[in-house]
């Protein structure tokens, strides 16, 4: 070893010597400051002034308001092919209706990032992080500026934020073992946009037959009850239903970050774009059950298995959806980044922030990859982060053999995890 590598490696040991365990962690667990607040505050609101000053402020939403305008003035609101919600969202979208346009335009983005902050403050909440710590009050507001699709969110006001600030509730009340409340939650969240339609799978997995009922009959209740009062409400089954399982049109087409829409964008045949999108899913929910069935490790409250298994059902699922757009990433991405906190959680390896490069605001992306073609980049960073999540769920739950040496007793060998840190310096790491 050379002079300046030894110097080096003695200097490095010296400072994990001194170098309390997750030191960056515990600066970013500490109270922010004020002025951070603040600023973080301002960051928001912000973006969501930016959205009702533009002319196409809650394009998304329109549509659910005009179904509620619909059913008030006696008419079926699948009569308009683009309300593609269950009966229920009907019935959730009559208060909007009866809102002022002009008030609405400055409500709707307030209340848009209002729902993602809470989803923020549930996962993190989920990982035991203080509220008004650095990491909660900075997160935000660096995820809002960096992260294209949350302004694209705000400004349509699409429904999605609800499912956003849905799932990460679930889970923590899930976790404080209020499995019944979680399904309430999803219920309700399904009722409003049938998004987390596939969180009924962890409910399955951790058999809470409660949770799962009501999960199911919440959405179908208010369902039947919004079909009943609607002319016509077998339209949702002859008409927007197979408008919907075809991806529906041109219109959609060009935003539509599934592989089976992107692939033969590419150029590669329809069918074989079908069977590599549903073989990707397909290896999500096996990740997933895996995830499931391997506890976390010991000292560890099962915040981290909750979130993956929850994110990977979800992940799987976006991955043969159609559409599915960019915003949808909104529903995982806040659990994903709050798990940062754990040891061995996926925002801890930079192949993670990688799979987000093609969602940073700030990079100047040429034109041709951006509005209609953008598809591409977001099929890029669903594929990656579904990806890199099965990957770490599967080979975490490798067994491997090293020897094990104990005063007194000859080596022997042990099973031990791949994802248990083997060194001392892996636990000084964020």
């Not at 976006?318 to 061995?344: E, K, M, Q, T």
Request: net charge positive.
């Amino acid at each position: 070893m050379g002079l300046w590598p030894g110097i080096w490696l003695v200097k490095r040991q010296a400072w994990q010597e001194r170098a309390p365990a997750g030191a960056v962690a515990a600066w970013l667990l500490r109270p922010a400051s004020r002025p951070w607040q603040v600023l973080s505050l301002a960051v928001l609101l912000g973006i969501c002034v930016s959205a009702s000053l533009r002319e196409n402020w809650g394009s998304d939403n329109a549509f659910v308001v005009k179904a509620a305008d619909t059913l008030l003035a006696g008419g079926s609101p699948y009569e308009d092919k683009r309300f593609l919600y269950l009966p229920s969202a009907v019935l959730m979208a009559v208060p909007e209706a009866l809102v002022p346009r002009g008030v609405l335009r400055w409500i709707l983005p307030v209340g848009t990032a209002g729902l993602l902050g809470a989803g923020w403050l549930a996962a993190l909440r989920l990982f035991s992080v203080p509220a008004r710590s650095r990491f909660a009050v900075g997160g935000i507001a660096v995820f809002a500026l960096a992260h294209k699709p949350f302004e694209n969110l705000v400004l349509i006001g699409n429904w999605t934020a609800i499912s956003a600030a849905a799932l990460p509730l679930a889970l923590l009340l899930a976790h404080r073992r209020a499995w019944g409340a979680a399904g309430l939650v999803v219920g309700l969240a399904i009722a409003c946009k049938p998004m987390l339609v596939p969180l009924g799978l962890l409910f399955l997995l951790a058999r809470r037959w409660r949770a799962l009922a009501a999960a199911v009959l919440v959405p179908l209740g208010l369902s039947l009850a919004g079909a009943l009062l609607m002319p016509s409400p077998t339209l949702f089954f002859t008409k927007t239903l197979p408008f919907l399982l075809q991806g529906q049109d041109a219109y959609a087409l060009p935003w539509d970050a599934s592989p089976i829409a992107v692939l033969p964008r590419l150029g590669v045949p329809q069918p074989l774009a079908v069977l590599v999108a549903f073989a990707g899913a397909g290896a999500g929910l096996w990740a997933a059950l895996v995830r499931w069935r391997r506890p976390d490790p010991e000292g560890e409250d099962g915040a981290l298995r909750l979130a993956e298994t929850a994110c990977m059902v979800m992940l799987a699922a976006f991955l043969v959806s159609r559409p599915s757009f960019d915003h949808y990433l909104l529903v995982v991405l806040p659990l994903l980044l709050a798990s940062a906190v754990r040891p061995g959680s996926m925002p801890r390896s930079p192949w993670f922030w990688l799979a987000l490069v093609p969602q940073t605001a700030l990079v100047p992306w040429p034109s041709e990859l951006a509005h209609k073609r953008r598809a591409f980049r977001d099929c890029a960073t669903l594929c990656g982060l579904a990806f890199l999540l099965a990957r770490r769920v599967l080979l975490s739950g490798r067994v491997t053999l090293e020897p094990v040496t104990t005063a007194g007793s000859p080596p022997r060998t042990e099973p031990e995890c791949a994802a248990t840190p083997a060194e001392p310096a892996s636990r000084t790491a964020f």
